[in-house]
């Protein structure tokens, strides 16, 4: 059969599985889009700033849909907005979700029955939109396209894929600047598709527009350094359900797009909302917390396997969750 790059091994597992699977993917793994809705809120906060100050049609664009309930909770956080400051903002937006899945595509549309929402069936690497949006916006898209596996040995640089069922190596003649800077064996995700993603934001948003991007990965090469070889390359890929899933080298993506911004997650929802939040993973959700809520839950924290001292706010756990901004 040949070698088969860890890419397009990528590429036909994730086509696959979203194709069959639709909303039921929520049995295999937990977003925070798919939370108690605070990352929604935090960008419809965002979104309303700027959105207030334009005039006519406002367009915001969702890559890769879920269930529809993070495009659901955006749109109430914009009613409310405009209800308390008597605006019209969210009378304006027209909500497009884009996914390959028609299955996802038709699940997200019952789910958001009654809401100006728009659906366009088509790959996120492939999409056309015509007219531009104000926003884009993707959540663990990036982790699910296409990327390559590579490693440094000495000067020469080899990428992972298969023989058959078994795992191989070959070298490596592309770019993938910054991998010296691991330790030499350690994996470097080099995100292809989340690459050409981003190039082709380009033509989805307006001038004076942007896009966020949130997933999980790394954002600094040290990283690396905290972890023993084995452990780390075990870590930048995974299986959820019958999905395999890489980490975004967001160290690489900065490298190669400098105008993008990376914060942690966490602390960009902290600043929208204007408070202290704590994530957690409760109910097979992935979500942010306030001291009060933790307060509130400190039995259901418990029962999920956190300890005291997390209830109480007094601990916290690190997050590989971040944020990335492409304005435009």
């Given at each position: 059969?040949?070698?088969?790059?860890?890419?397009?091994?990528?590429?036909?597992?994730?086509?696959?599985?979203y194709s069959e699977?639709?909303?039921?993917?929520y049995?295999?793994?937990?977003t925070?889009a798919h939370?108690n809705?605070k990352?929604?809120?935090?960008d419809?906060?965002?979104?309303?700033?700027?959105?207030?100050?334009?005039?006519?049609?406002?367009?915001?664009?969702e890559?890769?849909?879920?269930?529809?309930?993070?495009?659901?909770?955006f749109?109430d956080?914009?009613?409310?907005?405009?209800?308390?400051?008597?605006?019209?903002?969210?009378?304006?937006?027209?909500y497009?979700l884009?996914?390959?899945?028609?299955?996802?595509i038709?699940?997200?549309?019952?789910?958001?029955?009654?809401y100006?929402?728009e659906?366009?069936l088509?790959?996120?690497?492939?999409?056309?939109?015509?007219?531009?949006?104000?926003?884009?916006r993707?959540n663990?898209?990036?982790?699910?396209?296409?990327?390559?596996?590579?490693?440094?040995?000495?000067?020469?640089?080899?990428?992972?894929?298969?023989e058959?069922?078994?795992?191989a190596?070959r070298?490596?003649?592309?770019?993938?600047?910054g991998?010296?800077?691991?330790?030499?064996?350690?994996?470097?995700?080099?995100n292809?598709?989340?690459?050409?993603?981003?190039w082709?934001?380009?033509?989805?948003?307006?001038?004076?527009?942007?896009?966020?991007?949130?997933?999980?990965?790394?954002?600094?090469?040290?990283?690396a350094?905290?972890?023993?070889?084995?452990a780390?390359?075990?870590?930048?890929?995974?299986?959820?359900?019958?999905q395999?899933?890489?980490?975004?080298?967001?160290?690489?993506?900065?490298?190669?797009?400098?105008?993008?911004?990376v914060?942690?997650?966490?602390?960009?929802?902290e600043n929208?909302?204007?408070?202290?939040l704590?994530?957690?993973?409760?109910?097979?959700?992935?979500?942010?917390?306030?001291?009060?809520e933790?307060s509130?839950?400190?039995?259901?924290?418990?029962?999920?396997?956190?300890?005291?001292?997390?209830?109480s706010?007094?601990?916290?756990?690190?997050?590989?969750?971040?944020?990335?901004?492409?304005?435009?």
């Amino acid at each position: 059969m040949g070698f088969i790059p860890f890419d397009q091994y990528q590429r036909e597992v994730n086509e696959r599985y979203y194709s069959e699977k639709g909303a039921k993917i929520y049995d295999d793994f937990a977003t925070f889009a798919h939370g108690n809705g605070k990352l929604a809120q935090s960008d419809a906060r965002g979104f309303y700033e700027r959105a207030r100050k334009l005039e006519g049609e406002l367009r915001v664009c969702e890559f890769g849909v879920g269930n529809g309930f993070f495009a659901r909770a955006f749109l109430d956080e914009l009613k409310r907005i405009d209800l308390g400051k008597k605006t019209d903002v969210s009378e304006r937006t027209v909500y497009s979700l884009v996914d390959f899945s028609e299955k996802m595509i038709d699940d997200a549309r019952k789910n958001l029955a009654g809401y100006n929402v728009e659906t366009v069936l088509s790959d996120s690497l492939e999409f056309n939109p015509g007219k531009k949006f104000h926003y884009a916006r993707a959540n663990e898209l990036l982790s699910d396209l296409p990327s390559k596996l590579l490693f440094a040995k000495g000067d020469e640089v080899f990428e992972l894929g298969f023989e058959g069922e078994d795992m191989a190596s070959r070298r490596y003649s592309g770019k993938a600047e910054g991998i010296h800077e691991l330790p030499e064996g350690y994996l470097f995700p080099l995100n292809i598709g989340a690459m050409e993603f981003i190039w082709n934001l380009e033509d989805v948003v307006a001038p004076g527009g942007y896009a966020d991007i949130f997933d999980y990965g790394f954002r600094d090469s040290g990283e690396a350094f905290e972890w023993e070889r084995p452990a780390w390359n075990d870590g930048v890929s995974r299986w959820y359900g019958e999905q395999v899933t890489v980490d975004v080298n967001f160290f690489h993506l900065k490298k190669t797009f400098p105008k993008i911004t990376v914060e942690p997650q966490k602390e960009y929802t902290e600043n929208a909302l204007g408070e202290k939040l704590f994530q957690v993973e409760l109910k097979e959700r992935m979500c942010y917390l306030g001291r009060g809520e933790l307060s509130m839950l400190g039995e259901e924290l418990g029962e999920e396997g956190y300890p005291e001292e997390f209830a109480s706010g007094e601990f916290e756990e690190e997050s590989d969750f971040w944020h990335a901004r492409v304005s435009f």
